[in-house]
């Protein structure tokens, strides 16, 4: 496989980054121990779709972001993200443009390979599993889930390399009964030493989606996005 240098240095600095962050020692637990089988029996990647926004997240790359915008839809191969981010340090922080892809796994439902299209670690794949998920309240009108849980780990040579939380809601600003929802289906995982870890996003600028004001802007254009 031939990779252009620069993008081998920016996968390194995100690899140094992420084994920094101090995933912790031991392996992952197995999916099966984690991942509910009712969600894999009942998790529809259609109601998967539209806008949500992310609410709590760990993740050393969105680190610097305090609010994350996401737009799904069901490809041919699986579930695409359109994001709009916003990151970055006191003033200087902006949008930023991204997509992913969750491609399919086959035979496991509620269960992607992730990977970034653009512009960033394009030749990492994050092995995404759905840990939970909440149906719209009648009457919602959003045609699928209120919000979704979703998690990652990687290991290597049995040492945990990578552990992620993706968290994202219809509405940047949740109701307490549905945080309380989230937290439960974390413990349920087994996995609650985690949510002192998990961080909140939001603010008002996250439903603000005028792009107008802001600078053409890519992640390789941002230092702290690279640290
Ligand atoms: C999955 O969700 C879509 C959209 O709500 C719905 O049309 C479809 O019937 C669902 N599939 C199953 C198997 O429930
Ligand atoms: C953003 O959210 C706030 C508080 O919910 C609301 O008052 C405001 O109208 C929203 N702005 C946009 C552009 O949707
Ligand atoms: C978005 O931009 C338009 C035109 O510049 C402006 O009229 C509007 O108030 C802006 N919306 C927000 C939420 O700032
Ligand atoms: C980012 O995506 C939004 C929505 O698709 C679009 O309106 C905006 O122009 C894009 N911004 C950049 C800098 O590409």
Excluded at 19 to 44: D, H, L, R
Aim: charged share 20%.
């Amino acid at each position: 496989m031939m990779l252009c240098p620069l993008r081998l240095r920016t996968v390194a600095l995100f690899l140094t980054v992420w084994v920094a962050a101090g995933a912790g020692f031991g392996g992952c637990p197995p999916i099966e121990q984690v991942q509910k089988p009712e969600v894999v029996s009942t998790y529809n990647v259609s109601k998967a779709q539209g806008r949500f926004f992310e609410i709590f997240v760990k993740d050393v790359v969105e680190a610097p972001c305090t609010c994350f915008l996401k737009d799904r839809r069901v490809n041919a191969k699986g579930l695409q993200d359109s994001d709009q981010l916003y990151c970055g340090a006191g003033k200087y922080m902006s949008w930023y443009n991204a997509t992913e892809d969750n491609f399919f796994v086959p035979g496991h439902n509620a269960r992607f390979d992730l990977v970034f299209q653009r512009p960033l670690i394009r030749k990492v794949v994050f092995p995404n599993v759905v840990l939970g998920f909440a149906e719209e309240a009648p009457g919602a009108h959003t045609s699928g889930y209120t919000w979704l849980v979703e998690y990652q780990c990687m290991e290597r040579l049995g040492v945990q390399t990578y552990m992620g939380f993706n968290i994202y809601h219809r509405n940047w600003d949740p109701p307490e009964a549905d945080v309380i929802a989230i937290r439960r289906v974390i413990e349920e995982a087994g996995l609650e030493e985690h949510w002192a870890s998990i961080k909140p996003m939001g603010g008002p600028h996250c439903n603000y989606t005028n792009h107008t004001s802001s600078p053409p802007s890519t992640f390789q254009s941002s230092p702290a996005l690279l640290v």
